[in-house]
């Protein structure tokens, strides 16, 4: 028996493509879809969207939410194919781009579907192994042009208004910038992530910001190690407060095509208001440069009230501006003060100064405390000194007439004053009592010619009875 061995041809790469993504995009059923898909690649394959590996069902999930069960239309714009065999086209490259149209989304702040077109490239590497065709490796990067379908006419124009690279330019290049986050973001309900997000503080002078008084810098770098943030969806900068103080920016990778897709879905198919619309207002930011919508963004596991929510918001430099900056700012549930007091640390030294509100403790001391006699010059002089007008001084003076004269010598009780702080430095003060010792043994021997004991004995005495009526009085 005689056994003959012919190779024939496959299909070429290009019409092989072709035909399956039509299959896919175009089933009338997402049943159909699923049949296709499952014809072009096999359940291991290795495929990876923007750098990112995905699995065999992270692409039925993507072909799903683009179909969103209605049947969509692909029209190649350019294809370019390099087999390894061109004899038989068994294995070798692929690579094209097409646009696929009819695709239905909500317009930001709006009800109603709008019909869209994604401009699409792929990459696919083919490999025949046992006459099976089997794809080993899909790449795809999904470009950052998007343009609104118009019924009766198709435009293939770019919108004008783009997201800004993450590249600084211009004078934004001299600031000092501190990473604070990079990562992506988790969308709800889904496995994809808008990955390529990069969260960097704008350090315009040291003593301008202090990262140690931003709040949003602190809970942003307290999430680094965190593949993603949760996504909370669009809010409008009008029904929220926001505390724009920590001068934070976001910036995407010019690779992050999914990203950049999202965002410029967002902040870029409409104009912004004519005037900013959110409650904080900021004066040294003209009309004009800020996008009513924002994203909201959680910072956390929960969703309790200590969680930090911020949001994501467009920004331009002049009404004209063709790029778009991305500014981050924290929500807050009341209205930012305009300066926060400086709040105490541990590590402040201690104040060699008392505060404002204490003063006067200078003369509450004990040792500053003067007995002064309760004369009328006295009183004239300390309300001289304290500015005290004239009509209110001859009224004083009036007072202190009809009261009692002041007992003078011997007859007024004398009060020492209380013990003041001695530091060694000065004379000490003179005792009321005069420069004898305030105790003294009495002499039971004769009385000296002056008579010195006598009067001792006598004013003892006299100071004994002053006591003793004092305490009559007080328990009478």
């Known amino acids: 028996m005689e056994t003959t061995f012919s190779s024939f041809p496959l299909t070429s790469l290009t019409s092989w493509s072709k035909q399956h993504i039509h299959d896919i ?84 702040g709006s009800d109603r579907p709008v019909e869209f077109e994604r401009h699409k490239t792929v990459q696919v590497h083919l490999l025949v192994e046992l006459d099976a065709l089997i794809v080993a490796t899909l790449t ?45 973001l988790s969308l709800p309900d889904s496995y994809l992530l808008l990955d390529g997000l990069t969260f960097s503080a704008r350090l315009e002078s040291p003593t301008k910001h202090h990262l140690l008084e931003n709040p949003l810098a602190l809970a942003l770098e307290s999430m680094r190690g965190r593949q993603s943030l949760r996504f909370l969806g669009t809010v409008k900068l009008r029904d929220v407060w926001l505390d724009e103080s920590g001068n934070v920016e976001m910036d995407i990778h010019p690779r992050a095509a999914l990203s950049r897709v999202y965002f410029e879905n967002i902040f870029c198919l409409l104009p912004f208001p004519p005037a900013s619309t959110s409650q904080l207002y900021v004066a040294d930011s003209p009309a004009g440069t800020r996008s009513e919508l924002g994203i909201k963004i959680a910072l956390g596991d929960t969703d309790g009230p200590d969680t930090t929510h911020i949001i994501v918001f467009g920004q331009v430099t002049s009404p004209t501006a063709r790029s778009i900056k991305l500014r981050v700012a924290r929500i807050t549930s009341h209205p930012p003060p305009k300066s926060l ?23 509450i001391g004990a040792g500053a405390l003067k007995r002064t006699a309760s004369s009328s010059s006295s009183v004239l002089a300390l309300h001289q000194e304290n500015g005290v007008s004239s009509k209110k001084l001859k009224l004083t003076a009036n007072a202190e007439k009809h009261q009692p004269k002041p007992l003078t010598g011997d007859k007024v009780f004398k009060v020492p004053p209380l013990p ?32 010195q004991d006598a009067d001792e004995n006598e004013l003892e005495r006299a100071n004994k009875k002053f006591h003793q009526k004092c305490n009559l009085g007080a328990f009478a």
């Open 25 to 108: 995009f175009e089933a009338s059923s997402d049943d159909e879809a699923l049949r296709a898909l499952d014809k072009t690649f096999a359940r291991d394959v290795e495929a990876s969207v923007n750098g990112k590996p995905i699995r065999y069902q992270d692409i039925q999930g993507m072909v799903l939410g683009l179909r969103k069960g209605s049947r969509l239309r692909v029209s190649w714009q350019q294809a370019r194919e390099s087999p390894r065999d061109p004899s038989t086209n068994s294995s070798g490259a692929f690579s094209g781009t097409y646009i696929i149209r009819g695709i239905q989304r909500l317009m930001p």
């Open 140 to 184: 795809a990067a999904l470009n950052t042009s998007i343009t609104p379908f118009k019924a009766g006419k198709l435009s293939s124009k770019t919108p004008t208004t783009r997201i800004q690279d993450s590249t600084p330019s211009g004078s934004s290049a001299s600031a000092n910038y501190r990473l604070l986050y990079r990562g992506a």
């Open 341 to 363: 007091p400086r709040v105490p640390r541990p590590d402040d030294p201690t104040p060699r100064r008392p505060p404002i509100a204490f003063g006067r403790t200078k003369s």
């Open 420 to 451: 003041g702080k001695a530091r060694g430095k000065g004379k000490e003060k003179e005792d009321v009592f005069g420069p004898r010792p305030l105790f003294k043994k009495i002499s039971t021997g004769d009385v000296s010619e002056n008579g």
